[in-house]
């Protein structure tokens, strides 16, 4: 064979290679874009369940602890108190960066009216800080479907008629935080 014509089917042998190995690549990256794009922020907090965070809330700003739990409503924080953040209240979390993009455990789905019923039922003192910034402190009596019924009473007091000096009708979007007293 002339070496001018096994030189041209080497280069060509080399092009279709280098495309094939360009067409794969793309692939690879497109697929991984595909299954980082089906992951959800309650699937990526699993992978960081023991891990610090920083979690900045409306209302409450920069909220610090160890992840102790999280579902797709609300992730538990513990540091000095636990500390219940509804999942609309999240403006920018930091500290999952170099953690698993894979999901490790099974996202409970659990919503935030069944971990505020647990709260409910517990008759826990509670701070409950608003998307506004204002706080409110004592028992939560009720929760229903897209609200909380708060009796007001001061930290560190059982809830008791005499002690309750109002009671608040909160819709559950205007929640930023719930905080054991």
């Known amino acids: 064979m002339d070496t001018r014509w096994a ?6 042998e080399g092009e279709f290679e280098a495309a094939r190995a ?3 690549d793309a692939e690879v990256r497109d697929r991984a874009r595909r299954e980082v794009a089906r992951i959800a922020l309650a699937d990526r907090l699993t992978t960081a369940i023991g ?8 209302g409450a700003g920069t909220v610090r602890g160890t992840l102790a739990d999280a579902a797709p409503e609300w992730l538990l924080l513990t540091d000095v108190a636990e500390s219940l ?3 609309h209240a999240v403006l ?6 170099g953690l698993s ?7 409970k789905r659990l919503t935030l009216t069944y971990a505020l019923r647990g709260l409910a039922r517990r008759r826990t003192g509670l701070t409950v800080t608003l998307t506004d910034g204002s706080t409110l402190s004592g028992t939560l009596d009720r929760v229903g479907a897209d609200f909380v019924e708060l009796a007001e009473h001061a930290p560190g007091e059982a809830r008791r008629p005499a002690n309750v000096t109002a009671t ?14």
């Not at 993009?101 to 996202?107: G, L």
Request: charged share 20%; hydrophobic share 45%.
């Open 101 to 107: 993009e894979e999901p490790t455990r099974t996202v």
């Open 7 to 12: 030189a041209l089917f080497e280069d060509l």
């Open 92 to 97: 920018h979390l930091a500290g999952l960066s």
């Open 51 to 58: 891990h610090p965070l920083t979690v900045h809330v409306r």
């Open 168 to 181: 608040r009708t909160v819709p559950l979007p205007a929640i930023g935080l719930v905080r054991g007293a």
């Open 85 to 87: 953040v509804p999942a």
């Open 22 to 24: 360009m067409e794969l």
